[in-house]
C-alpha cells in the first residue's frame, strides 16, 4: 500500500461510517452520516488539494437500485467479468462480486473513490479491482458485463459515457445502467427492467423517496 492510498483509506475512515443503505441492507459501506454536513466538509478539504466532490461517500440511488438487481438477478452477473463504471463508493462492483462475478473493476475518475471500493469491499468480504481513471479509455471487449449508475447529471460526463457503453453494447457486452430520471439520460435504446422506491436523503436528491429504474441498453 503506497503512502498516499494509506493516506485515502485514514481520510474515509475519519469522515465516514460504516452504514448500510436502505435498498441493500446486507451490503456494509462506508458513508457520510450526515449528508450535508460531510459533503460541504470534505469538499472544502478537497477542493484545496485540486480533488473533486466526495461522490464516493454516498450510495446514490442509481446505484443502488443496481446494486439490488445484481444481488437479486445473480444469473447477470455469476460467473463474469464486471466493469462498475463511475463506480463512486464501489457498492455496484461489490453487489456482484456477492452475486457471483468473477471479476469486478470499480472504476471511477477519483482516486478517493478508487480507495473507497477496496476499504468497502473489504467491509463486504471481497475483493474488487480498482482503477482511478477515465473509463471511457478501457476496452469494452475486456469485460461481459458493464454496469452503470447515475452517470448522467451533467452533460459532459453524460454524452461521452453514453457514447462508450453504446459501443460496448454494440459490440455484445450486455450493458444495464442504473438511473433516477438524471437531466442527461438517453431517451432510446433501452429496455426498462425494474423499478425501485428507494429512501434517498432530501439534501441529495431533493426528495426523500426517490423513483428509480434499472434499463438494459440495446445494440442498435
Known amino acids: 500500500m503506497t503512502d498516499e492510498h494509506a493516506d485515502r483509506i485514514a481520510f474515509i475512515r475519519a469522515?465516514?461510517?460504516?452504514?448500510?443503505?436502505?435498498?441493500?441492507?446486507?451490503?456494509?459501506?462506508?458513508?457520510?452520516?450526515?449528508a450535508t454536513e460531510l459533503w460541504e466538509a470534505t469538499e472544502e478539504f478537497l477542493a484545496?488539494?485540486?480533488?473533486?466532490?466526495?461522490?464516493?461517500?454516498?450510495?446514490?440511488?442509481?446505484g443502488q437500485a443496481l446494486a439490488?438487481?445484481?444481488?437479486?438477478?445473480?444469473?447477470?452477473?455469476?460467473g463474469k467479468r464486471v466493469l462498475d463504471f463511475g463506480a463512486?463508493?464501489?457498492?455496484?462492483?461489490?453487489?456482484?462480486?456477492?452475486?457471483g462475478a468473477k471479476d469486478a473493476l470499480a472504476a471511477d475518475?477519483?482516486?478517493?473513490?478508487?480507495?473507497?471500493?477496496?476499504?468497502?469491499?473489504?467491509?463486504?468480504?471481497?475483493?474488487?479491482?480498482?482503477f482511478a481513471g477515465d473509463a471511457t479509455t478501457l476496452a469494452p471487449a475486456d469485460f461481459d458485463v458493464i454496469?452503470?449508475?447515475?452517470?448522467?447529471y451533467d452533460r459532459r460526463q453524460a454524452d461521452p459515457a453514453t457514447a462508450w457503453l453504446r459501443?460496448?453494447?454494440?459490440?455484445?457486452?450486455?450493458?444495464?445502467?442504473?438511473?433516477p430520471g438524471r437531466r442527461y439520460f438517453p431517451d432510446e435504446g433501452l429496455e426498462p427492467l425494474a423499478d425501485y422506491d428507494i429512501p434517498t436523503p432530501v439534501a441529495l436528491e431533493q426528495y426523500p423517496i426517490t423513483p428509480t429504474r434499472v434499463w438494459r441498453l440495446t445494440a442498435s
Open 15 to 34: 469522515h465516514a461510517t460504516v452504514e448500510s443503505p436502505p435498498l441493500t441492507p446486507e451490503l456494509k459501506l462506508w458513508l457520510a452520516k450526515e
Open 48 to 62: 484545496e488539494k485540486g480533488l473533486p466532490p466526495p461522490f464516493w461517500a454516498f450510495a446514490w440511488a442509481g
Open 68 to 78: 439490488r438487481f445484481a444481488l437479486d438477478r445473480p444469473q447477470i452477473v455469476k
Open 88 to 99: 463512486g463508493c464501489g457498492m455496484v462492483a461489490i453487489a456482484a462480486l456477492i452475486a
Open 109 to 130: 475518475l477519483d482516486e478517493f473513490a478508487a480507495a473507497s471500493a477496496i476499504l468497502n469491499g473489504t467491509e463486504n468480504g471481497v475483493t474488487p479491482r480498482a
Open 147 to 152: 454496469l452503470a449508475a447515475d452517470v448522467c
Open 167 to 179: 459501443q460496448a453494447a454494440n459490440a455484445g457486452t450486455e450493458v444495464y445502467i442504473g438511473d
